[in-house]
């Protein structure tokens, strides 16, 4: 698989920028659609997109996130920063990219973002990947105030490009390699002599509202079509157990959900990237209108190969 293609969809005034891998040869299988987590961008995907070659495979930079958080285009704020704003983007990146109904995949914050839409938008995808997101909601864990303390840790500031990339090494010690260098880029603009996240705390803070606020609990009722939670074993105790306590609710709310857990930190994409590209292959194997077929069998044997 080429490396990707940087694409730019105009909405409402806002630039939203998003890779594109290509499948290696014509192929007529449902594309996959990818949404990061919260601090990180389009990049973060590439292991997973590359092998998934037979593919069409699109990775957005959300608001707040990579080249979409960088002025002049990013949104206003705080209303750009809102669900629906989120949400609307995604219709609008199907729609202009004639995605048809694509697998959504989505990792940590994006898992709810993704979730949401699927719940919100019966026939707007074919299947979810729900990637190591909260599996109930925020608001079953700790308060609002709470909240904000526990997800909005103080931001880095680097005085260097090599700073912030042995930052990234060590958060991702175990799996670190030069091919996530261009993660590391993405997620950084200058601001004087030092670099700072595209997703700046006043941003942060918005879309954490949201991630808080988001009905989880209601969502995984509402979804009509196949889906498949993901989750790591690793993290804070106190994570893990909220973790465990909302699969337990899962398994009574939304039985259809398939759950597998994964004995890695909390970026199993990075870690597994091999085994979370064959879940993605069997979930669009059995997606809405997408019948599994021998081009979808071979493209499962491929990744085991």
Not at 77 to 104: N, S
Request: hydrophobic share 45%; aromatic share 8%; glycine share 6%.
């Amino acid at each position: 698989m080429a490396e990707p293609a940087d694409r730019w969809l105009e909405r409402d005034g806002v630039s939203l920028h998003c890779l594109e891998w290509s499948p290696e040869t014509t192929s007529a299988l449902p594309p996959v659609l990818l949404l990061h987590g919260l601090s990180s961008n389009a990049q973060y995907w590439g292991r997973i997109a590359r092998l998934l070659k037979q593919r069409r495979v699109i990775a957005l930079d959300q608001r707040g996130h990579g080249l979409t958080g960088r002025p002049p285009h990013s949104p206003a704020h705080p209303a750009g920063y809102a669900m629906e704003a989120l949400l609307e983007d995604i219709d609008h990146a199907i729609k202009v990219l004639e995605l048809g109904r694509p697998v959504l995949v989505g990792h940590s914050w994006g898992a709810t973002i993704a979730l949401e839409f699927a719940a919100r938008n019966p026939v707007a995808a074919s299947a979810l990947v729900f990637v190591d997101g909260p599996v109930q909601s925020a608001a079953n864990l700790f308060s609002w105030e709470e909240g904000q303390a526990f997800m909005q840790p103080p931001l880095p500031r680097y005085s260097s490009f090599a700073q912030a990339v042995a930052d990234c090494r060590d958060d991702f010690e175990g799996t670190w390699g030069d091919d996530l260098e261009p993660f590391v880029f993405a997620r950084l603009m200058p601001e004087g002599e030092s670099l700072i996240l595209t997703l700046t705390a006043s941003i942060r803070l918005e879309l954490l509202r949201g991630l808080y606020e988001s009905p989880v609990d209601m969502l995984w009722s509402q979804l009509e079509i196949p889906a498949l939670a993901l989750l790591a074993r690793g993290g804070p105790s106190r994570v893990t157990a909220w973790r465990e306590s909302g699969v337990k609710q899962l398994a009574k709310n939304a039985p259809h959900v398939t759950v597998k857990w994964f004995d890695t930190p909390h970026d199993i994409p990075l870690y597994a990237p091999e085994a979370v590209a064959a879940e993605v292959e069997t979930m669009a194997a059995t997606a809405i209108d997408s019948p599994a077929s021998e081009s979808e069998a071979a493209a499962r044997q491929q990744l085991q190969d």
